[in-house]
């Protein structure tokens, strides 16, 4: 059985035990089977902070390794920095959709004023820190000045991830002008860290479907149907935000820069998002991303071969959509405000984390904790939203891949190596 397939069983039989246990409850007076509940909360704890703990591992390797093999950043040049402004920009504007959707609908805002208290108490020794942390408000010189550490190693210790992520991406970038023989020492030595942290994040993940039984179990025995509507409304605000990200945003490029039709675009790329849509992987994707890029756009093999697998590393507009989306839920659930300059703070930390998430399924859950811990949100809220992470996992991998091409495309249009086919001429 796959794991996603027990994670769906987990919280299943998690909300469905919880509910029951919520109306005993209610009907009864007879809180026996919440006890019982709460006795298992541990697992759920552990969990947590089982996935917070490979974090800082995890994002520092993928990050070094990507950067640091772009290759002399000097020979690259204005090549490579088309590709990364496009990526970048589309990024933040992903994450931007992302948190306006999340501030019009309020996803979290519709759990009763009784069950947030009791959330907040439950979570009182988290949520407090949390509060005040959201409720500065640093100037823009201020936010700006703190990307940059006096400390990487102290950043690291006190979760100032947004500092961490920008000591990275520079250091990656310095290590990309290395000569050859130090480099592959030294992408081989994060590598291997890379590696680790996959293998640990496998091992963690076995535990996931007994977790989220535990984790939804509780809530939902604690606040009944409260959470459960709230779930649905998340779980549509994050479809329509990629919706509109794809359709908007990729559209718009393709017509503008690329001089495509989008019609035709979206009718040729069809094959690498459904595979992308099966597998959650762009990484898995990426042959057949190649081939579409190639064969259905008229994309050269120099720009293909430059563009896509750079995308697959650092291109991750879905996850970083859904993230906003995400980081706005868990702080309305738990009653936190994230004013202005806090989801300024939180556009910065998913386009850049977004560079270090590799193209596996599943790892747009461990930047989540990266943005979480840098808006100052309660990692504990994660359990709430990752029963239903498959389906979602699923939609901004095809979004992913498609933001992929749509990049392949107006590289390709502006350094004047598009083929002219049916699909690259404006209907």
Same mark, same amino acid.
């Given at each position: ?18 509910? +029951? ?14 006890? +019982? ?12 902070? +089982?996935?917070?703990?490979? $974090? ?25 920095? /088309? ?22 609908? /309020? ?33 823009? /010189? ?40 130090? /480099?592959?020492?030294? @992408? ?14 496998? &091992? ?11 984790? @939804? ?11 459960? !509507? ?28 690329? !001089? ?43 720009? +293909?071969?430059?563009?896509?697998? @750079? ?28 004013? &202005? ?17 590799? %193209? $596996? ?19 504990? %809220? ?46």
């Amino acid at each position: 059985m796959q794991l996603y397939t027990k994670i769906t069983i987990g919280l299943i039989v998690g909300v469905m035990v919880g509910v +029951a246990a919520n109306l005993i409850n209610a009907a009864t007076g007879n809180h026996v089977l919440i006890d +019982a509940i709460g006795v298992t909360k541990p697992l759920g704890t552990a969990f947590i902070r +089982a996935i917070t703990m490979i $974090v800082i591992p995890l994002v520092v390797a993928s990050l070094l390794v990507g950067v640091a093999s772009l290759g002399d950043l000097r020979v690259l040049g204005r090549f490579a920095g /088309k590709t990364l402004a496009y990526y970048i920009t589309t990024t933040a504007i992903a994450v931007t959709i992302g948190l306006a959707l999340s501030n019009l609908v /309020k996803p979290g805002g519709r759990i009763a004023p009784e069950s947030r208290a009791q959330l907040l108490a439950e979570y009182s020794a988290q949520t407090e820190g949390s509060i005040a942390l959201a409720a500065e408000k640093p100037a823009v /010189k201020d936010l700006l000045l703190n990307m940059i550490p006096t400390n990487p190693i102290d950043a690291a210790a006190n979760g100032d991830m947004l500092a961490l992520i920008v000591f990275t991406l520079v250091f990656g970038a310095a290590a990309s002008l290395l000569r050859d023989d130090l /480099k592959r020492a030294f @992408l081989g030595f994060f590598e291997a860290v890379n590696e680790i942290s996959m293998i640990v994040i496998g &091992w963690i993940m076995k535990t996931a479907p007994y977790a989220v039984f535990v984790l @939804l179990a509780a809530v939902t025995a604690d606040f009944g149907f409260d959470v459960l !509507r709230s779930l649905v409304l998340y779980t549509v605000t994050v479809i329509a935000g990629l919706l509109l990200h794809a359709t908007f945003t990729y559209s718009l490029a393709v017509r503008v820069i690329g !001089r495509v039709s989008p019609l035709y675009f979206f009718k040729r790329v069809r094959e690498a998002q459904i595979l992308g849509f099966s597998t959650s992987s762009s990484n898995a994707t990426l042959p057949v991303t190649l081939a579409v890029a190639e064969r259905e756009l008229g994309v050269s093999n120099r720009v +293909a071969s430059f563009v896509l697998p @750079l995308g697959a590393t650092i291109n991750m507009d879905g996850t970083a959509l859904y993230q906003g989306v995400a980081v706005m839920f868990i702080a309305q659930v738990f009653g936190i405000d994230l004013h &202005w300059m806090a989801q300024l703070t939180i556009v910065l930390t998913a386009t850049l984390a977004s560079i270090g998430a590799a %193209g $596996v399924p599943s790892a747009g859950i461990i930047t989540l904790l990266v943005v979480l811990q840098q808006a100052g949100v309660p990692e504990t %809220g994660i359990a709430l939203i990752l029963g239903v992470d498959r389906i979602l996992d699923m939609l901004r991998t095809a979004v992913n891949i498609t933001g992929d091409l749509s990049a392949a495309t107006c590289i390709a249009r502006t350094e004047n190596e598009l083929v002219e086919t049916e699909a690259t001429s404006l209907a």
